[in-house]
């Protein structure tokens, strides 16, 4: 039951070291895609010792019945593993791109002279990002603006929000 526990706690320690080194293994696998990443690994050899230690010590299975048993709860666990980090890495969604910008809103960092440069804060994907921003007309500092066109991946051309 020793080996077992000891098998459970490395993998424990094999998953912690797997938040600073995930994806040191996953050149190794060639075309296995992820299943030697270290969450698949720490899940295999977490679920045999476990399982092998509860088999051997609840249940008074021998070390070959238990050993069987971890090896059945550790497959178990690492396609699991598995699995859930594909879904998670298969979301689909596009990164955002700068002519996402168009019709948004933001706020005037610099003020905007007429015919110049000045600067606005807009929001992208969530974050806030700030711009070179043109303007047609003076806009002043602190004034809501609406995107009108993306001119290049930092400058935009705007025109203040009339409420």
Do not use: C, N
């Not at 593993?81 to 700068?98: E, K, M, N, V, Y």
């Amino acid at each position: 039951m020793g080996w077992f526990l000891g098998l459970g706690i490395a993998g424990l320690v094999v998953l912690a070291l797997s938040l600073v080194f995930d994806g040191v293994l996953e050149g190794v696998g060639g075309g296995l895609d992820g299943l030697l990443s270290l969450p698949v690994i720490a899940g295999f050899v977490s679920a045999l010792g476990f399982t092998g230690a509860l088999a051997t010590g609840a249940a008074g299975a021998g070390a070959v019945l238990a050993t069987l048993a971890g090896i059945a709860a550790g497959t178990l666990a690492g396609w699991a593993t598995w699995s859930f980090s594909r879904a998670l890495l298969r979301d689909g969604a596009p990164a955002p791109r700068g002519e996402d910008l168009t019709g948004t809103s933001g706020a005037v960092v610099t003020a905007i002279p007429a015919g110049g440069y000045g600067e606005v804060l807009l929001h992208l994907a969530g974050q806030p990002v700030k711009y070179a921003a043109k303007a047609a007309a003076p806009v002043a500092r602190g004034a809501e603006v609406w995107v009108e066109s993306v001119l290049s991946p930092t400058s935009v051309t705007v025109r203040p929000v009339e409420r």
